[in-house]
């Protein structure tokens, strides 16, 4: 079995894949029995879909291929902190374990702001690990949101 650090890497090149097309860099891995089942990157601004999100892209992916909607054994890696429509994917998949680099201090629903990955009113609870590559996964993004605000500094300037 591969350590957890080796698919949060596979999830940071995704989140690469986003922000090369100019898309906030999200990825996403989804792994059953050690085998890679799903990889997807965030959509969102190129599809114009507020769902486009990459665990929303990957569970889809991962089911169709699969021909089921239980993904019972898979383990989700995800470079930030899940959403809550995306944890509410997760939990609906019934996916095991969820391992994250970043939080996410104004959306994440594994622990930072609420955590529906183990609210026990729910009939389905999800291992977490967080933190892997946190700094990796967190600078790609606090980088790309630098980018975009020197643009718009240069773009009033000009
Ligand atoms: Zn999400």
New binding site residues.
């Given amino acids: 079995m591969k350590s957890d650090y080796y698919y949060m890497e596979l999830a940071i090149e995704e989140a690469k894949k986003a922000e090369e097309i100019g898309e906030v860099p999200i990825g996403a891995i989804l792994v059953s029995d050690g085998k890679v089942i799903a990889k997807a990157h965030n959509l969102r601004e190129i599809e114009q879909r507020s769902i486009a ?1 990459a ?2 892209l990957a569970i889809d992916k991962a089911c169709k291929k699969a021909g089921t909607w239980r993904l019972e054994n898979a383990t989700l890696y995800v470079t930030l902190e ?2 809550p ?2 944890a509410g994917a997760i939990v609906l998949s019934r996916i095991k374990r969820v391992v994250y680099g970043a939080s996410d201090p104004k959306g994440g629903c594994a622990g930072t702001l609420m955590n529906l990955l183990q609210e026990e009113r729910f009939n389905h609870q999800v291992e977490i690990a967080k933190g892997v590559l946190e700094i990796e996964c967190g600078e790609l993004l606090s980088t790309f949101f630098r980018k975009i605000r020197e643009k718009k500094k240069r773009s009033r300037v000009e």
């Fill in positions: 999100h665990e929303i899940p959403c429509m995306c």
